[in-house]
């Protein structure tokens, strides 16, 4: 990355050159970044602890008030299937909706957390390199 500026000839036109930036301002933008995709994992760990605690909490919930609301003989309904409140022995399937939202938010900010920074960031020498002996054919 450099940094362009403007300097005056000798015939006093000005002129446009890149000056690599200093050793000091590439320090500071790593370090920036570094903490920047610090504070991402934190997040994303928090999320999924918290999703993974809310989940089964909401989860029990659903199966509670399946349990006491059924009208079957053994209290436990028979099946998954959407109906009408006033049929015995049928689930309601809204939990699996609330999960699948769930692994949806969580599949995301993984994206954002691991994968976006990764895409962004500029290939190493090293990688061009070995895509361009892998285009070579070389082996």
Partial sequence: MSMPTETTTHDERLSTESVPPSVEVQEATLRAQAAEQVARKRRFKVHAVVIALV???????????EYYTAHSWNGWPSSFADAPADHPGVWSTWFFYFVGAMVLVLAIDAYRT??????RRTPTKAEVDREVKRLKGDS
């Fill in 55 to 65: 989940t089964p909490l909401v989860g029990l919930w659903w199966v509670l008030t």
């Fill in 114 to 119: 691991y994968a976006k920074p990764y895409m």
